[in-house]
């Protein structure tokens, strides 16, 4: 079955087709990223309107890619949340629109089950059942996967997610948005023994996260250098390891429990954040000395792409799942409510 | 004329048409429901509505057409990304229709009136309005559409002394309206919305004037386009 994938839920207009046979034939992506560095941070309406610009012309380039014609499709899928509502909106339209004129079935999928997958589109894929921790922008989660839309949530942030951590923490040091990528580049000149932030709720049971005493904790010792007159290039770039040390501490930590909690020893990490390369290396590290075995996406799938979306609905239209008349659009969506594909 | 299907979510009603030939003449079919809120799961349903009782398939479409604003902006998006879809998806033309000419139309059709001043709430203190005056054969447009406040809207310099009628929600403002306007209105029917029913029979005019274009390239029209504000750095 071949299916392509639309996602739209924030700042990347993303679309690729994928085959149950063949796997993935094509993939592109749009992103907004330049557009919305004027304005700090990703503004909704501007986002909406520029997917509808991008969608049709980047699917097909990817057709054209994948050496398909419309009419080579079995299935479109798209994202139907969690996300911003009015770029939700485009994607779910222009897929019934299009599924509508082909006579094809359409589907909604979970943005985040798409994160949580994006690793079986690599040549070596977890099996089933794993750990996954998806950590981006917008989510930090421990989640014990079972099966296709077998989840069960192990624990996830009380407050701030990981990423926009990270986001904040560049905004106070100056850094350019997004930023994660720009704290990862300063951290690597920082002296890990300057400072040590704290690694919160780490010295507790529990698989929950909280970073927003983190936030503060580096915006007091960023001001405190300020008025000492040392938030220099070398201060800044000690803040930065000190802050990137703790996240990473923090997640490792985490998921070491999680495994041991649920007796898995396959881990998945995905989400803009697991692009982090000294997280990875932690991880690897980690998890191969208690005999695991981690699993990334490639960096591009990383953050949000439309191979991911086409990947989750190729596996639940397959197993016969679709939308009926209703276009989906769902803002809030939790992870744990989505269940095995449903054939009715 | 062509078969084509036309959508509008461009406000808080949801409507689809579709311009059949039966028998010899031309003909359009229609749905219409008020339905704020609700365009995401009427609209699909609407179409294969019309479809089915026309007997037809996308593929006899010549051309497909929505209501390209201005509105409210996510309702102009599910329009133009259903349309698009179904365009795309069925190889064919696209065609964008103004929802105030829409509105104009219909209130010439159904109160055959003959100067109209389309006006739609645009939020934040402002409408979104254009003026028309109508004639057997089509409508002639005698202001531009824009967005601005009420109490700002005049009417065209070489229409003064008609009868105008107003039409459409921003009527609603009319307490804002300048005094002068308001004794230049004749009535008001705020209770209209624009439909997908004037769209079809606009929008096949615009196909025979060869105004059909692949349809990534018919666009939104939001006419307000200061959405977001660049923080100092």
Known sequence: ?344 | MPTLLALDASTQACSAALMVHREGRDEVISRFSLAPREHTRRLMPMVEELLAEAGIGVSSLDAVAYGRGPGSFTGLRIAAGTAQGLAFGADRPLLGVSTLEALALRANRHHHVRHVLAALDARMGEIYVAAYRCHDDGLERLLDEAVLPPERLTLPSNAQDVDWVGVGSGWTLWDAMPVLLQDAMSQTFEDMHPAAEEMAWLAARQFAAGEAREAHLIQPIYLRDQVAWQKNA
């Open chain 1, 1 to 344: 079955m071949r299916v392509l994938g639309i996602e739209t839920s924030c700042d990347e207009t993303g679309v690729a087709v994928y085959d149950t046979q063949a796997g993935l034939l094509a993939d592109t992506l749009y992103s907004q990223v330049d557009m919305h560095a004027a304005y700090g941070g990703v503004v909704p309406e501007l986002a909406s309107r520029d997917h509808t610009r991008k969608l049709l012309p980047l699917i097909q380039t990817t057709l054209d890619d994948a050496g398909l014609g419309r009419n080579d499709l079995d299935g479109i899928a798209y994202t139907a949340g969690p996300g911003l509502v009015g770029a939700l909106m485009v994607g779910a339209a222009t897929a019934h629109g299009m599924a509508h004129a082909l006579g094809i079935p359409v589907l909604g999928v979970h943005h985040m089950e798409g994160h949580l997958l994006a690793p079986m589109l690599e040549e070596t894929a977890p099996a089933f059942p794993f750990v996954a921790l998806l950590v981006s922008g917008g989510h930090t989660q421990l989640v014990e996967v079972k099966g296709l839309g077998h989840y069960r949530l192990l624990g996830e942030s009380v407050d701030d997610a990981a990423g926009e951590a990270f986001d904040k923490t560049a905004k106070m040091l100056g850094l350019s948005y997004p930023g994660g990528p720009a704290v990862a580049r300063l951290a690597e000149q920082g002296d890990t023994a300057r400072f040590r932030f704290p690694r919160p709720m780490t010295d507790r049971p529990g698989l929950d996260f909280s970073f927003s005493g983190l936030k503060t904790h580096t915006l007091t010792t960023a001001n405190a250098l300020r008025e000492a007159g040392e938030l220099d290039d070398t201060g800044r770039a000690d803040i930065a390891r000190a802050f990137e040390d703790a996240v990473v501490d923090t997640l490792v930590i985490k998921c070491r429990r999680a495994l041991e909690q649920t007796g898995l020893t396959r881990l998945v990490v995905a989400g803009g954040v697991s692009a982090n390369v000294r997280l990875r290396e932690r991880l690897d590290t980690e998890i191969a000395r208690r005999g695991g075995q981690t699993f990334y996406p490639r960096g591009r799938f990383c953050t949000d792409n439309g191979a991911m979306i086409a990947y989750v609905g190729a596996q639940r239209l397959a197993a016969g799942e679709r939308d009926t008349g209703t276009m989906h659009a769902v803002p809030r969506w939790p992870l744990a409510d989505l269940a095995p594909p449903d054939a009715s």
